[in-house]
């Protein structure tokens, strides 16, 4: 459970960082990398994958190439092909994580409970997530960002929400 704690974390971590300074629909389709990466990574591991899946996984990214490429990336200003920004790659490397848990998931997976182990992999990743809310906490406090990150908190429409 720790493992696909870890690495379902990293995808969202990663994934959240780049969104700082990367368009939101540059981000959605860069992290459909993923579904590139795993079939990729499982290859690397040995694992036996069909012929149409990779002709699947090359269609998908031609199809992402030209979605994601030629765009805005965040900076405002037109990005030349294959030009990736600072958060683009944060983004790219939440991909290959959510495919690491893909992967591990599916090696792990048949040997445990799937109550058991959703269980275990939820309360470890609110562990994680609230020791970066800890950081954030303790960061933004010493800083500007204080007053805006923590704005919502008197909005009871959020609390209801959540």
Known sequence: GLELAVWNFLAQGLLNVGLLSTGSARASFLTQTSVVLTPLLS??????????????????????????????????????LWAFSRGDWWVLGGALSWSFYLLRLSQIGPQHSEIHLQATKTGLLAILYSIWLLIETITAATTATATTSWSWMGNWTVWAAL
């Open 43 to 80: 290859l690397a591991c040995g694992t036996k994958v069909a012929q149409i899946v990779g002709w699947g996984c090359g269609l998908a990214l031609m199809g992402l190439t030209l979605l994601s490429t030629g765009g805005d990336s965040g900076g405002g200003s037109s990005a030349a």
